[in-house]
């Protein structure tokens, strides 16, 4: 093994590894239990079955211009190979699996220039890319594997030494390609660019903006001509990130200056903790995380130049599940690894906080890591919710008309499942940085445009709550059940007042 | 001898010997894989089906996954509209190439005189009659003829001169092992036979091939990952009935004399056998004196193999190959279908080829070459003439099962499968003769007994259905078809009372089960049951296919006529099958309710 490190099989092997945990992580959970996923897979059957980019699953299959469509193409092309959902989410998954795998060797790769230690490098990547909220994303149909690999790869050539224009021109199509699989991969058509100017590349920032630009631009076309094509009650959702941002307002933007962002990557390490203990153990992590960036800031400059826009976007941004900063957590080991270890350099100054912070990582980030492989704890979440959804689904699909259409809170996962057309129960918009629901009138009003037929929620309780209790208790029978399980899902004929 | 000729007339011969296969028609497993398996009738099913498990329809339970076989039957279905020569044809020549290849891989050691011996034994060896002359067997030929690939082309990878050179023949291996994995399960050792000869060769290599084996792990890692999706699941299903309740000591205790076995068969191939199912092999489940045999033998193979590696590496290869390729159906670590079957030998062959090759290799530039080549002469001859003489058991699904139960009259599942065949056919007596008498051959086995209950039901004999079915039910509880036949056979011979008890009982076992409900349905009209517990079963079918509404639509006509008090005492034990729905779905049913308390049953606790 160590001859084969040295010899530059090191990142291969890495990656092989993290794609045997990647596979192994994989779970039997529905897809679209964490909502998303199953938009990013009803959008894939409407590419597979020649529909267009559109949202099959909703009445009318509007165009989807919320979700970017790379890893949707991806998926449409898998689902045409084997058209037999939901049998071929294995090659999803393997998919998924793959692109992790594959982002795991390039960030091993791309880590060489740190100049670390081998086995901290090592360490520290494989460890951030097999931690337990990463199995938990790659264990689900979402789009992160694919955009971390893009991602890495445009860091990773734009990072490499004799950058002419062709290399350049690459690092520009991954870091167009990152955008066109998640919205934020903007931050590397922002980065990459400053990192070749700053490095005196003028020429090679200006053609990896222009090809990045190039190669996102058919997406910002979609969005223009078909951006107001989705119903304004389902903006938040549906709509472009232009009109969720909007909703938000600027107040809602910058109440994100409040670091809740950060709260991913500490809450991890200590998941409950007094708010002043919270706060001084996120102070030593980025503490370290900064030396870090400042040791490595010459060596791997488009990481830091990516990293930055990165993590100020989805500070700003008023809605930010914490996927969003768990597929860091690679490169903030590294960091961290980096950081701590020029720390150790200062003296007793430097190694007392580190040693501090090197046994909440064991303790707090090691334990729950041991706990949550052994018992597979990061997919319980996944397998738990699939529980009501699979009754629900089944009971749909033998209970109800084939041309019913059903509202619930898991729309897109009842499409796929049952093939009704589907809309969500919950409808909300943002007041701030907070979600507002548009109340039962005009829900019921929204339902009966739509032509809703029945409505079905996984379980009795949530925010669709208020909404199903004041709608049952209305005296036209709104809502007649068809079943109702305890503590499980319940399904209802939905019929419009007179 | 150039390299050349050695290689063609290997294969010549291998592909004349078995000419006469073309003659065979469908047998044994071919009947349900290929002649009845719509998926195999043309090229665009074989290729629709590329996601399906590998046995069909009814058979499903059986699992394994093999599309690029699948697709090889398609494409030979329609070049031939389904003619079975062309299928044998077909495997005639996939024997002739695994033989040339099995040379060329030889080659890397021996001198082409050893390698064309080699080729010879490989491609005589009556062993390998099963594997070309019935059709199924296919999937060894293929695997094989594709993992010998992968071997050579990952020689030219280690050595290639260029790096555009080395990656075009990391292409090829990767095809050739994503085809070996596709083609059958045994593909899954072709990462650990490239590393075996890698170690062997005696060429020094000229690049590393750390680089080939993370590619090569990395897709043997992703077909396992679809494997196990498609047909990881139904595994334990496939289980043979000689394992069936043994523990794992007792399964190895078995299988040590199987090992023998095994090396006698590579040795001394002449007397063979379709089925190696108890009683040809007989469940040892402590240790014997031919177990300890055949521990000490195996690790002498084993230790030979060690041995040689330095002195005589081609003979390790051949050791350690046939270890490797019987490895995954050595029911060691896991569980296989089969205790033993001649066709997964195929590669294991390589064994004694590859000493004899190494043998005459050895001598033949000494004084004795005349002897030598008329020794060999002599028993590739005597193997060549097994082989034909074997051939044509394979023409017929009645002429196998016949001709072996005439050779092996102690094999209970030729028995088995003969009286499936015939009762097939409509001659349930024939039939319920041969099921009884394989149940008396081997009892451990609850199939036979079941298979016998219906048949004896069929023939209007009630009491030896019940028998049988009792005889089941005794080895094992927890099985649909065992409670269905034991249900009606208890209605049969009059006992609704019983009958009802058993249908529960597995009822409560079994949640889910569609034939153990049916079941239960019909005990409940036999013995005249109350309309609400039968509506309650029905909620409970209904639930269990997922008919969520038509389940709760049952409970709530029940709520709204609710049975009576005075039926309740009988019911309590038969109601815990109907619990968890009731429990489920309608929390406040009432009349239930008073049921549960009737019965002290926490029918309401949530």
């Known amino acids: ?144 594997p694919l955009f971390l690999v893009l991602l890495a790869g445009a860091v990773c050539v734009a990072d490499g030494d004799d950058v002419g224009r062709g290399k350049a021109a690459a690092a520009g199509v991954l870091a167009g390609l990152a955008t066109l699989t998640r919205s934020i991969g903007i931050a590397a058509i922002v980065g990459i660019p400053l990192a070749f100017w700053l490095r005196g590349r003028r020429r090679a920032a200006g053609v990896a903006l222009g090809v990045a630009l190039a190669v996102s631009a058919p997406w910002w076309l979609w969005l223009a001509a078909h951006g107001d094509g989705i119903d304004p009650l389902l903006a938040s959702n549906y709509g472009t990130y232009t009109q969720y941002a909007g909703q938000a307002g600027v107040v809602g933007l910058l109440a994100g200056l409040d670091f809740t962002s950060l709260q991913p990557f500490s809450r991890l390490l200590v998941p409950a903790l007094p708010t002043p203990i919270w706060l001084a153990v996120t102070a030593m992590v980025f503490g370290t995380v900064v030396v870090g960036a400042v040791t490595l800031a010459r060596r791997v400059p488009t990481l830091l130049l990516v990293l930055v826009p990165y993590v100020g976007m989805v500070t700003l941004w008023p809605f930010t599940p914490d996927r969003f900063m768990w597929i860091l957590l690679p490169w903030m080991a590294l960091l961290a690894t980096a950081g701590s270890l020029r720390a150790w350099q200062w003296g007793w100054w430097g190694r007392i906080p580190v040693l501090v912070l090197t046994m909440i990582v064991v303790v707090g980030f090691g334990w729950r890591q041991v706990v949550s492989v052994m018992d597979r704890q990061f997919a319980m979440t996944a397998d738990r919710a699939s529980r009501p959804f699979a009754l629900l689904t089944a009971g749909i699909r033998t209970g109800t008309p084939e041309n019913a259409i059903i509202a619930s809170d898991g729309e897109a996962m009842i499409y796929l499942y049952t093939g009704r057309s589907a809309v969500p129960l919950f409808l909300f918009k943002l007041d701030g940085r907070r979600m507002r629901s548009f109340g039962a009138d005009t829900t019921q009003h929204y339902l009966c445009r739509q032509g809703v037929t029945h409505v079905a929620t996984s379980w009795l309780g949530g925010d669709a709550l208020p909404l199903l209790d004041t709608l049952r208790t209305r005296g036209d029978s709104v809502l007649t059940p068809l079943f109702t399980v305890a503590d499980g899902p319940a399904l209802y004929r939905f019929r419009c007042p007179r | 001898m150039t390299r050349g000729r050695a290689t063609w007339i290997a294969a010549a011969v291998a592909s004349v010997v078995y000419l006469l296969a073309v003659r065979n028609g469908w047998a044994g497993d071919d009947l349900v894989a290929i002649r009845d398996n719509p998926a195999t009738h043309s090229l665009s099913s074989a290729i629709a089906a590329w996601f399906e498990v590998y046995w069909p329809g009814e058979w499903r339970w059986a699992g394994l996954y093999r599309p690029f076989t699948i697709l090889t039957y398609g494409l030979d279905w329609t070049i031939a509209g389904g003619a079975p020569w062309w299928f044998h044809l077909v495997n005639v020549g996939l024997h002739g190439a695994a033989t040339a290849l099995v040379v060329r891989v030889a080659l890397a050691w021996l001198p082409p005189v050893g390698a064309l011996v080699t080729g010879l034994v490989f491609a005589v060896h009556p062993v390998h009659v099963e594997a070309v002359a019935n059709v199924v067997g296919r999937a060894e030929l293929l695997v094989a003829v594709w993992l010998l690939l992968a071997v050579l082309s990952a020689r030219r990878y280690r050595q290639a001169e260029s790096s555009r050179t080395r990656r075009w023949w990391l292409a090829v291996t990767l095809v050739a092992v994503a085809l070996a994995l596709c083609s059958k399960e045994h593909g899954v050792i072709t990462i650990a036979v490239l590393a075996v000869d890698h170690l062997l060769e005696p060429r020094r290599p000229r690049n590393s091939a750390t680089g080939l084996y993370v590619a090569v792990a990395a897709l043997t890692l992703a077909w396992l990952f679809v494997w196990q999706s498609i047909a990881g699941g139904l595994v334990g299903a496939g289980t043979h009935a000689a394992f069936f309740g043994v523990s794992p000591y007792g399964r190895v205790m078995t299988m040590l004399p199987v090992y023998l076995e095994v090396l006698r068969l590579l040795a001394w191939p002449f007397a063979l056998a379709s089925d190696y199912a108890p009683q040809v092999v007989p469940v040892r489940e402590t240790v014997t004196l031919v177990g300890t045999l055949g521990f000490l033998v195996t690790g002498a193979a084993l230790a030979l193999a060690v041995l040689s590696v330095r002195r005589a590496p081609v003979v390790a290869f051949g050791i350690l190959v046939a270890v490797l390729s019987y490895a995954p159906t050595a029911n060691l670590l896991v569980v296989s279908g089969v205790v033993l079957a001649e066709r997964n030998l195929y590669l294991a062959v390589l064994a004694p080829a590859l000493i004899v090759g190494w043998g005459v290799a050895r001598v033949w530039d000494g004084p004795r070459r005349r002897a030598v080549a008329v020794a060999c002469a002599g028993v590739v001859l005597l193997f060549a003439y097994r082989t034909v003489d074997r051939i044509p058991l394979w023409s017929d699904p009645l002429t196998l099962l016949v001709e072996e139960q005439a050779a092996h009259p102690e094999n209970f599942h030729t028995r088995v499968l003969l009286g499936e065949y015939v009762a097939a056919r409509g001659d349930s007596a024939w039939a319920l003769g041969e099921l009884l008498v394989a149940g008396a051959l081997f009892p451990a086995d609850p199939w036979a007994a079941v298979l016998a209950s219906r048949q004896a039901l069929a023939q209007g004999r009630p009491t030896l259905a019940l028998r049988e079915a009792r005889r089941a039910y005794r080895r094992y509880r927890s099985d649909a078809r065992i409670v269905e036949v034991l249900t009606n056979a208890l209605i049969a011979t009059g006992r609704p009372d019983s009958a009802l008890v058993v249908a529960a009982a597995g009822a409560r076992d079994l949640p889910g089960s569609e034939m153990v409900l049916a079941a239960y349905r019909r005990a409940l009209v036999a013995g005249a049951g109350a309309a609400w517990e039968a509506t309650l079963v029905d909620a409970t079918r209904d639930w269990s296919a997922g008919r969520v509404v038509s389940a709760a639509a049952r409970l709530d006509s029940l709520e709204r006529a609710p049975p009576a008090r005075a039926e309740l005492g009988a019911a309590c034990a038969r109601l815990a099958a109907t619990v968890p729905v009731v429990r489920a779905l309608q929390p406040r049913l009432a009349a239930v309710l008073e049921v549960g308390a009737a019965c002290d049953m926490p029918v309401n606790g949530r």
């Open chain 1, 1 to 144: 093994m160590s001859r084969a490190l040295a010899r530059g099989h090191g990142p291969a092997i890495a990656g092989l590894v993290v794609f045997a945990v990647a596979l192994w992580a994989q779970t039997g959970a529905m897809v679209g239990v964490f909502y998303d996923d199953g938009i990013y897979v009803a959008i894939a059957k409407a590419l597979a079955e020649g529909r267009g980019l559109v949202s099959l699953h909703l009445p009318g299959a509007p165009p989807a211009v919320h979700y970017p469509p790379l890893y949707p193409v991806v998926l449409a092309g898998l689902w045409r190979l084997w058209p037999a959902f939901p049998a071929n989410v294995v090659l999803f998954q393997l998919f998924d699996a793959a692109a992790l795998g594959a982002a795991a060797w390039i960030m091993v790769h791309h880590a060489r220039r740190t100049a670390l230690p081998p086995l901290a490098r090592y360490l520290a990547l494989t460890i951030g890319v097999t931690a337990f909220p990463m199995l938990t994303l790659v264990g689900v149909r979402f789009s992160e």
